[in-house]
């Protein structure tokens, strides 16, 4: 990491060894060997040890973080609360943490204690002051049937096709990460032509979400078995064509159009009868741009919340109008004259 330039890396994604702290072997109920995490990079002699590695990585991240850069750090109960403790004090500023719900996760097989069902995901930028930090909010409700992307995230441990093999049938690696996980992170939190960081590489997860997502990446992994693994499952990955990966633009940074101003420049004419998808309503644009059904009129938010007995509505969905015998939501006039207002501005 001391070999690449300060504030060079847009993303960084790191998955570090959990220090288990794993005692002996251990069996399932008919005495079969659980294949458990006991690899040499996930010992550690103490707390004190593990957490000075952890200090080292972390500010090495930290320097190669651009201001405007985030950093996830995914970990189970047996090192994440001492991260995010180490994060803190060397200035990171918390954005989120998320809990990955496995729909799959091994069982408890002594019986001793709760199934362990997530692992956590801390999200954070530079520092608390940092701005202009990537998030694709968006998108992300978009992919979530127009809902606020929840904390939670629900995914299958890897497994089937996905799970890198060797040659005798046993896994490369023991702790390899869902690239359905890794996606959420890539297209929640960076641009295509961004470049993402993991240092700690394994077997190249992240490099190949990121070759697909359209993604730089620089991966660091001291493993040699690891890396060839890598190299030969990212050298397989087809990327995604340009249309594919074009982020959906932040609403928030579109030009405010209002539903006046379509009436006032002609893209509807007052009298003009308005309808849900289903047809179940109808009402008439008036010439001041609100909308009316029968004697109760309003604007198209709060018309449509009415009739639908909501507390809210987001009208340019809900109300259509006909255009040779097929109803289209009236959003696609914001679009128009938005466009409009882009080509006069340009």
């Known amino acids: ?79 994440i609360f001492r991260v995010g403790t180490i994060m803190q004090d060397l200035g990171f500023w918390i954005l989120n943490d998320i809990v990955w719900r496995k729909t799959n996760p091994m069982p408890n097989f002594r019986g001793r204690r709760f199934q362990n069902a997530h692992e956590t995901l801390i999200w954070a930028s530079r520092h608390r002051e940092a701005k202009g930090y990537t998030f694709n909010y968006e998108a992300m409700k978009a992919a979530n049937d127009d809902l606020q992307m929840r904390s939670d995230w629900l995914f299958p441990i890897c497994t089937g096709k996905e799970r890198l093999r060797n040659a005798d049938g046993s896994k490369v690696h023991p702790t390899q990460k869902p690239e359905a996980l890794l996606a959420r992170v890539l297209l929640s939190s960076s641009k295509p032509g961004d470049v993402v ?15 697909r997502l359209g993604r730089h990446f620089v991966g660091i992994e001291r493993d040699a078995s690891y890396v060839a693994a890598a190299e030969a499952r990212i050298a397989a990955v087809e990327p995604l064509d340009e249309a594919s990966l074009a982020p959906l633009m932040a609403k928030r940074s579109e030009p405010r159009v209002a539903f006046v101003s379509l009436v006032d420049s002609g893209l509807v004419k007052p009298g003009t009868r308005l309808f849900d998808k289903a047809r179940r309503w109808a009402a008439d644009v008036r010439a001041d741009g609100t909308i009316a059904i029968g004697q109760e009129s309003g604007s198209i938010h709060r018309l449509g919340a009415r009739v639908q007995g909501l507390d809210a509505c987001n009208g340019w969905t809900f109300w259509h109008f006909e255009e040779d015998g097929a109803l289209k939501p009236i959003d696609e006039l914001r679009r128009i004259a938005r466009q409009n207002l882009e080509s006069v501005g340009a």
């Open 1 to 79: 990491m001391e070999a690449l330039p300060e504030k060079s890396v847009d993303l960084i994604f790191a998955d570090p060894p959990y220090n288990l702290q794993l005692a002996g072997a251990l069996h399932r109920p008919d005495q079969s060997l659980v294949d458990a995490v006991d690899d040499e990079w996930d010992q550690f002699e103490s707390f004190a040890a593990y957490d000075a590695f952890t200090r080292a990585w972390l500010l090495a991240a930290r320097r190669l973080l651009k201001p405007t850069g985030t950093i996830w750090v995914i970990g189970s109960y047996h090192n």
């Open 197 to 211: 960081l993991d240092p700690f590489f394994g077997s190249g997860t992240t490099g190949a979400v990121a070759k």
